[in-house]
């Protein structure tokens, strides 16, 4: 971390005040062959000049803002205090050595930082598809310091105007869906929005920008656009959708409705990964036990029939024809076979907290937003069955009025 420099002539807007005005700044040292100037002026705010060393008796002067000893107080971004303008100066320097530090480098050395952490490949995954997708695109090449309030609020607002995108093959030119629902595409928008509010705060916990002013708290996500909006099958349509689907789908279909795994998660079991002895209730142990029986531990569980491993796109048209045969309308994707896990599991009584747990939640956040509200009548049950009474007895003789 760089050394704060303290300067009792000027790192406070009263003793600045009390200089004397003139045309030439007040320099101080701040590093090997960086200088800060402040300039005062007589009828308004002082001025914040940086000055690097060149070589050879040469400078290089470049403005960096007002100083916060007008009417306006600091800002960080605006009007900058001392302590702000040497950080700014100190910016100044690094950019100049090695270039504007973008939002392209911003999020590249955020990425780093997920698979450093040790994020799921998933997480990793689906932060870089929103980074390229949406957010390098229009602000990639910004200097991070150079960000405004209003370029991002319009950037986001195009997010939410913007069509939904269609899978479209590599190579080919992006499909877009005719229609969207506003409240879906804001909310979309909002989790791009913390996509890159991530990337950026993460530059500037790593001190690579002197400043968060710019999206901090000036750029909000839109409102009341969470709302949960959860599509799951009943009992009976599972057992359609089960009967319906191709044998081999069948089984990766029953997995699901079984534990509430993502697709990705199902396609990667191995035949090692189940333990019949773990006892763990919300596995059908006789189903996986069938599917592991006479098999070696680094078998994939879960085949297609080719014998080939589950990929990413064969689920696609074979979930379409498996729900049109069972009758589903509207049509149900893969993902929606955890949401239905999870859905009967909270209607059944079964705990948030278990529910996240398995879902693999770190806590009950998610899990309360989606599917708190099913679980309204178990609850209501539970106070009929066991608040306290007092042995009141409600009077046989008063009726209510209807």
């Known amino acids: ?38 300039r005062r002026l007589r009828d308004r705010a002082g001025t914040w000049t940086v000055r690097h060393y060149l070589g050879d008796r040469n400078y290089a002067l470049e403005a960096i803002g007002p100083a916060d000893d007008g009417q306006q107080d600091a800002d960080g971004v605006t009007v900058l205090s ?11 320097m690094v950019t100049k050595a090695a270039g504007p530090y973008t939002v392209d480098r911003a999020c590249d050395d955020y990425l780093a930082f997920l698979a450093s952490d040790g994020r799921s490949e998933a997480a990793v995954q689906d932060a870089r598809y929103r980074i390229d997708a949406f957010i390098r695109p229009q602000l990639g090449k ?36 005719d229609s969207a629902d506003e409240r879906a595409r804001k909310a979309t928008a909002n989790r791009i929005l913390t996509v890159l509010k991530a990337a950026l705060n993460h ?43 191709e044998p081999s789908f069948r089984l990766i279909v029953t997995a ?21 002895d ?32 589950w990929a990413r796109w064969c689920q696609h048209p074979l979930m379409a024809e498996a729900c049109e045969r069972a009758g589903i309308k509207p049509r149900i994707g893969f993902h929606g076979l955890r949401h239905t896990w999870a859905s009967l599991s909270v209607m059944s009584g079964m705990p948030l907290m278990v529910v996240a747990k398995n879902l693999g939640h770190a806590d009950t ?29 409600a009077s046989t003789t008063v009726a209510a009025i209807r």
Not at 86 to 92: D, K, L, P, S
């Open 256 to 276: 699901a409705l079984m534990t509430g795994m993502r697709y990705g998660e199902l396609s990667r079991l191995a035949v090692g990964d189940f333990d019949c």
């Open 1 to 38: 971390m760089a050394r704060k420099v303290k300067d009792a002539t000027l790192d406070t807007r009263e003793a600045r005040l009390r200089l004397r005005p003139r045309g030439r700044p007040y320099w101080r040292s701040i590093g090997l062959g960086l200088h800060i100037g402040y």
């Open 365 to 393: 956040v998610m899990v309360q937003r989606h599917y708190a509200h099913l679980a309204s009548d178990y609850i209501t049950d539970e106070i009929r069955s066991k608040a306290p009474r007092f042995g009141v007895r």
């Open 82 to 92: 001392w302590w702000q303008a040497v950080e700014a100066a100190r910016g100044h």
């Open 142 to 177: 910004l200097a991070v310091a150079a960000l405004d309030p209003g370029q991002l609020r319009s950037w986001r607002a195009g997010l939410a105007k913007a069509r939904p995108r269609l899978r479209t093959g590599r190579g080919k030119a992006q499909k877009h869906r």
């Open 278 to 309: 773990a006892g763990i209730v919300t596995v059908r142990v006789a189903f996986f036990a069938s599917l592991c029986a006479g098999r070696a531990g680094d078998e994939t569980m879960l085949r297609r029939d080719n014998g080939e491993p």
């Open 203 to 245: 530059a500037f916990d790593e001190q690579k920008v002197p400043s968060n002013l710019a999206w901090s708290r000036r750029v909000k996500a839109f409102e009341n656009v969470t709302a949960a909006r959860v599509r799951f099958l009943s009992v009976a349509e599972s057992q359609r959708l089960i009967n319906a689907s």
